[in-house]
């Protein structure tokens, strides 16, 4: 059973830093791509970020793009996720997936309970 395990969200100021954390157990973390999304009250699940399963091709939304940055550590079965200058609006529940490559949630096949990151201005 694949267990996707997100964690490191929380209260930041505009303008600050988080990085967050999915830990994958129960697969073979290093043949799936993996990917980040978020979902912001009253608005559908959107694509954040995504990482081949190599480490060595990354694609961005727009709106996070030059902001945040996607790795992973496959000897630790982990992908993360580092959010820098955030502002209001990246303010959501940040789920990570695997599976896919590309910014549609079916692409996808497992995913995390989530982590809530708020940005106050």
């Known amino acids: 059973q694949v267990q996707l395990v997100e964690s490191g969200g929380g209260l930041v100021q505009a303008g600050g830093s988080l990085r967050l954390s999915c830990a994958a157990s129960?697969?073979?973390?290093?043949?799936?791509?993996m990917g980040w999304f978020r979902q912001a009250p009253g608005k559908e699940r959107e694509f954040v970020a995504g990482i081949s399963w190599s480490g060595g091709l990354a694609s961005y939304a727009d709106s996070v793009k030059g902001r945040f940055t996607i790795s992973r550590d496959n000897a630790k079965n982990t992908v993360y996720l580092q959010m820098n200058s955030l502002k209001p609006e990246d303010t959501a529940i940040y789920y990570c997936a695997r599976g896919g490559w590309g910014s549609n949630t079916n692409q996808y096949d497992y995913w995390g309970q989530g982590t809530q990151v708020t940005v106050s201005s």
């Open positions: 129960g697969g073979t973390f290093r043949n799936y791509a």
